[in-house]
Nanobody, 132 residues
Framework: QVQLVESGGGSVQAGGSLRLSCAASGYTYSRYFMERYFMTWFRQAPGKEREGVAAISTGGIRVYADSVKGRFIISRDIPMNTLYLRMNSLKPEDTAMYYC?????????????????????WGQGTQVTVSS
């Protein structure tokens, strides 16, 4: 059974940085999970809809929500089966629980759907709190 485990969340002041990690394990069909799965970071703040933040396709194409473009960077280490999200210039409105999710193949333009359609695996989340 595939497991996604996030880490790296915490509390920072506005303008600070954090790097989130998402480690995938339990995939038995090949050594490299992220060569076959479209990986996305979502976030959800209390009382708000879940939002797709950034994603990376199986081919390495990166996409970002407008709200984080220029500040966040998604990357992956394929041999280590680990996804990252480098978050710079953090703002209080970035405060949320951050989740990684995996979809087999590629999702194209529907990657950020708030319902999470197409995603087979989800992590448990890591909290990011940004104070002003």
């Amino acid at each position: 059974q595939v497991q996604l485990v996030e880490s790296g969340g915490g509390s920072v002041q506005a303008g600070g940085s954090l790097r989130l990690s998402c480690a995938a394990s339990g995939y038995t069909y090949s050594r490299y999970f992220m060569e076959r799965y479209f990986m996305t970071w979502f976030r959800q703040a209390p009382g708000k809809e879940r939002e797709g933040v950034a994603a990376i396709s199986t081919g390495g194409i990166r996409v970002y929500a407008d709200s984080v473009k220029g500040r966040f960077i998604i990357s992956r280490d394929i041999p280590m089966n680990t996804l990252y999200l480098r978050m710079n210039s953090l703002k209080p409105e970035d405060t949320a629980m951050y989740y990684c999710a995996a979809a087999y193949g590629d999702l194209g333009g529907s990657w950020s759907n708030s319902g999470g359609a197409g995603y087979a695996y989800w992590g448990q989340g890591t909290q990011v709190t940004v104070s002003s």
